[in-house]
T-cell receptor, first 114, second 115 residues
Framework: GESVGLHLPTLSVQEGDNSIINCAYS??????FIWYKQESGKGPQFIID?????DKRQGQRVTVLLNKTVKHLSLQIAATQPGDSAVYFC?????????????FGTGTKLQVIP | NAGVMQNPRHLVRRRGQEARLRCSPM?????VYWYRQLPEEGLKFMVY????????ESGMPKERFSAEFPKEGPSILRIQQVVRGDSAAYFC?????????????FGEGSRLTVL
C-alpha cells in the first residue's frame, strides 16, 4: 500500500554539526510533503512543508529537499543544537474527498551530542 | 490563542471498561483529526471529522471505536470494552477551513494504559 518510510531509526550528531534526515515515499500522488518534530511526551509540531512541484525549500536553519525521480525527501538542520533532539517524522499530504489527508512515516530519532 | 486541548492527558482503564478521550480544536478550526501512536512508532490516521460529520473513518477499527464532533463541545473518541492492545497515545489535531499544505496543529495527546 501507499506509505512513507524512513531509512534510519536513530541519528547521532555532534552539537554544531549539520544533520540530514532522510525519508523515502511511495505515493506519487502526494500534493505536499511535510516534516514534523516530536519531543518526548509531546505532540508533533510542524516544521516545514514543500509542495510536490518544488525541489527545495528553506526555513530558519532547516532545508527540505525533494527528489521526485527517486521519491526521496530529506530534512537538513544547520548547526544542530541540543534543543533539536527529538523524533522527526516525514509525512505526505494529498487532498482526498475534499480534505487534506496526512500520512506519517515511522520516524527518526535525532540525538544531539553536546 | 489556546492550542489544541486534549484531556485527560493520562487514562488508566481495566480490560472491558470504556475510555473517552476529548479534544477541543484551536479557535477557528473546524477540522479535527485523530491519530494513534504506539510506543516507538509513527502516527496512524484513525478518523477525520468536521462539525457534526464524520468525513473519513477509514483508519478506525470497525468495532468498539467511535468518534464524534458535535455542534457544541469537544470532539470525543470513544473506545468501548478496551483491551490491552488499545494502550497507546491518542493525538488529536486540528486545521483551519481551507487548510491545504498538510500543516496540522496537534495537542499533547492522551495516553491510555489498559491493565
Amino acid at each position: 500500500g501507499e506509505s512513507v518510510g524512513l531509512h534510519l531509526p536513530t541519528l547521532s550528531v555532534q552539537e554544531g554539526d549539520n544533520s540530514i534526515i532522510n525519508c523515502a515515499y511511495s505515493n506519487s500522488a502526494s500534493d505536499y510533503f511535510i516534516w514534523y518534530k516530536q519531543e518526548s511526551g509531546k505532540g508533533p509540531q510542524f516544521i516545514i512543508d514543500i509542495r510536490s512541484n518544488m525541489d527545495k525549500r528553506q526555513g530558519q536553519r532547516v532545508t527540505v529537499l525533494l527528489n521526485k525521480t527517486v521519491k526521496h525527501l530529506s530534512l537538513q538542520i544547520a548547526a544542530t543544537q541540543p534543543g533539536d533532539s527529538a523524533v522527526y517524522f516525514c509525512a505526505e499530504m494529498r487532498v482526498s474527498g475534499g480534505y487534506q489527508k496526512v500520512t506519517f512515516g515511522t520516524g527518526t530519532k535525532l540525538q544531539v551530542i553536546p | 490563542n489556546a492550542g489544541v486541548m486534549q484531556n485527560p492527558r493520562h487514562l488508566v482503564r481495566r480490560r472491558g471498561q470504556e475510555a473517552r478521550l476529548r479534544c477541543s480544536p484551536m479557535k477557528g478550526h473546524s477540522h479535527v483529526y485523530w491519530y494513534r501512536q504506539l510506543p516507538e512508532e509513527g502516527l496512524k490516521f484513525m478518523v477525520y471529522l468536521q462539525k457534526e460529520n464524520i468525513i473519513d473513518e477509514s483508519g478506525m477499527p470497525k468495532e468498539r471505536f467511535s468518534a464524534e464532533f458535535p455542534k457544541e463541545g469537544p470532539s470525543i473518541l470513544r473506545i468501548q470494552q478496551v483491551v490491552r492492545g488499545d494502550s497507546a497515545a491518542y493525538f488529536c489535531a486540528s486545521s483551519p477551513p481551507g487548510g491545504n499544505t498538510g500543516e496540522l496543529f496537534f495537542g499533547e495527546g492522551s495516553r491510555l494504559t489498559v491493565l
